[in-house]
């Protein structure tokens, strides 16, 4: 499927996808890939619904990363984590421009329903300095091969960045330099593959404005509404899309 076969419907769905997306990214800090790609995955296939992201990801991660500063600090501490990272990447990378497209919806369903679940039950784990040194490279390695298969980095970083009890503006700081390294090798792989192309890239531009739509709304409702009750609320609809990712996949 190509961008110039989207039907008014796709499109809608899309930019709604985006839209929620940004919002998610406004208020809490992350939630875009996790959102968009599940919600796209309703109408489009999963690697092509990867592929729009491309833009976005990119634009709202180098915001994250360079803002306060902190990019030195993070690339000391968490370099270990990174390096085995981007060799996950490249393998998970490769699963996905060959796997079956139902086998990676299941794959995308199941990772975020794993992710809703430990939010909603605060498995939040404390992690020692000492643990530390050796879960970085090992989580790492994990993030980065489901990363590479789904573009999504978030349900293990987020879940190990929080076990590490990093301050706000610490966790802002690396969770947008771990998608920006993420993303490079990921994205490069579906450019070399050709699942991205010329269509890809354009609808992946595209998708920027009602990404940053939702990014001013967002910003603004943080100062207006409880975090909690959106997190509760944005959880609770992951889980219909994510059991409804799985059942399109298994039937």
């Known amino acids: 499927m190509t961008f110039n076969e989207f039907d008014n419907i796709t499109v809608l769905i899309i930019a709604v996808a985006f839209l929620i997306g940004g919002l998610s990214k406004g208020v809490v800090g992350f939630g875009l890939p996790l959102i968009t790609i599940p919600i796209m995955a309703n109408v489009l296939p999963v690697p092509v619904a990867i592929a729009l992201t491309a833009t976005p990801i990119l634009v709202s991660n180098l915001f994250q990363t360079f803002q306060g500063g902190r990019h030195g600090a993070v690339l000391r501490r968490f370099w270990p984590y990174l390096i085995i990272m981007i060799g996950g990447v490249l393998i998970g990378a490769q699963i996905l421009t060959r796997a079956d497209h139902d086998t990676v919806a299941i794959i995308v369903g199941s990772l975020l329903l794993i992710f809703v679940a430990s939010q909603f039950m605060s498995l939040q784990p404390a992690i020692s300095v000492e643990a530390e040194r050796w879960l970085n490279p090992l989580i790492g390695g994990v993030s980065g091969l489901l990363g590479g298969v789904s573009s999504m980095f978030g349900p293990i970083a987020i879940s190990y960045l929080v076990a590490l009890k990093l301050s706000k503006d610490e966790f802002i700081s690396t969770i ?76």
């Open 176 to 251: 947008g330099l771990f998608y920006l390294v993420g993303i490079v090798p990921l994205y490069a792989t579906l450019l070399i593959t050709g699942t991205i192309a010329r269509d890809e890239i354009i609808a992946s531009v595209l998708a920027c404005i009602p990404l940053y739509i939702g990014l001013l709304f967002g910003t603004w409702l943080r100062r207006h509404i409880s975090q909690t009750l959106f997190q509760r609320g944005l959880l609770i609809a992951l889980v219909f899309v994510s059991v409804n990712l799985i059942r399109r996949g298994l039937t």
